[in-house]
C-alpha cells in the first residue's frame, strides 16, 4: 500500500527520520482516508494483520491508522526517492524478506511510491492497495483498489 494522502513530492532538504516537523506529511484528509481504508478492510473479514511500514512518518501513521495491529518499522520499506540507483538491489533486499514471512494472515506492507512502482511496475495512488502475489524473483500484480 502507498501512503494516504501527504500533499508535495518527495521530502523538505535536511529532512530527518524520526523528526515528522522536517518531513511531508499526512494531511487531515490523508489521515481521515487511512481511517477509511482499515474500516473497509476490517469491515470486510479482515480484523487484523500483519502491518509494516517504511521508517517515514507519512507511512508510519498510515500503517497506525488503518488499526489492524501493531505497525512495525522496515527499512526495506523506506524510500530511495531520488537515489533511482538504489532500485535493483532494494527491490532484491525487499523480495527476499517478503519470502520470509508467514503467510497464516494477511500481510500489509506501507511504503512508498517509487518502492511500489520498482516491485510492481504499478505507479499507485496515494493510499491505493497493490494486491499482489509474491514469487521468489517477481511480485504478481493480482489487484489494486483505492478508496478516496
Known sequence: ???????????????????????????????????????????????????????????????????????????????????????DARSRETLAWIGTLRRAAPTVLVTHQVNITALTGVFPASGEIIFVSPGQNTMAVRGRMTLG
Open 1 to 87: 500500500m502507498r501512503h494516504a494522502t501527504a500533499p508535495g513530492t518527495g521530502d523538505p532538504p535536511g529532512f530527518r527520520l524520526g523528526d515528522c516537523s522536517t518531513q511531508r506529511n499526512l494531511s487531515d484528509e490523508g489521515r481521515a482516508q487511512a481511517r477509511r481504508i482499515g474500516e473497509y478492510i476490517r469491515r470486510n473479514g479482515i480484523a487484523r494483520a500483519s502491518v509494516y511500514s517504511s521508517q517515514w512518518c507519512r507511512c508510519l501513521d498510515t500503517a497506525r491508522a488503518l488499526d489492524l495491529g501493531e505497525a512495525r518499522e522496515q527499512p526495506l520499506l523506506n524510500s530511495f526517492f531520488g537515489k533511482p540507483g538504489q532500485s
